[in-house]
Each structure stands twice: as structure tokens, then as C-alpha cells.
């Protein structure tokens, strides 16, 4: 409410739900300065607008989502 995003927020059905699903014992950022996009280990699965972006560690290909963007925003 704070943004004004009405339909995010809460994981319920008919809301936009971006969940990352993780292992607190396992998860580790391996990137480097020199390697700076390396994925953290340990995520097991990202979903955002309900749709599987990770699926088992792997990425999925999926897309399912749109920048946005405040009013700070200068593109």
C-alpha cells in the first residue's frame, strides 16, 4: 500500500506473487569482482507473477515480468 501496488504484496490467490524459494544452511554468493555474474547457490526456485524463473536451481527462460519503475526514475 505503501507504493500503491494493490495487487502485490501478499501471497494469495488473484495477487502477483514474486517468492524465492531458498535454503538458509545452503545459500552463498560465489560472484567476484572479476566474475560479478555468478548466481547465488543454494536458490531453489523463483517464482515471479506466479511463474517459475528458477525450477530446481536451472532458469527457466521465462519472462514473466516488467520493471517498476517510481517516480526517482530517470531512463
Not at 536451481?57 to 530517470?74: D, E
Amino acid at each position: 500500500s505503501r507504493v500503491h501496488l494493490t495487487d502485490r504484496g501478499i501471497l494469495r490467490p488473484g495477487m502477483m506473487a514474486d517468492v524465492t524459494v531458498f535454503d538458509p544452511a545452503a545459500i552463498r554468493d560465489v560472484a567476484t569482482f572479476d566474475d560479478p555474474n555468478r548466481y547465488s547457490i543454494g536458490i531453489k526456485h523463483v517464482f515471479v507473477n506466479g511463474k517459475p524463473v528458477v525450477a530446481n536451481g536451472a532458469i527457466t527462460g521465462q519472462k514473466p515480468g516488467r520493471p517498476l519503475r517510481g517516480p526517482g526514475y530517470r531512463g
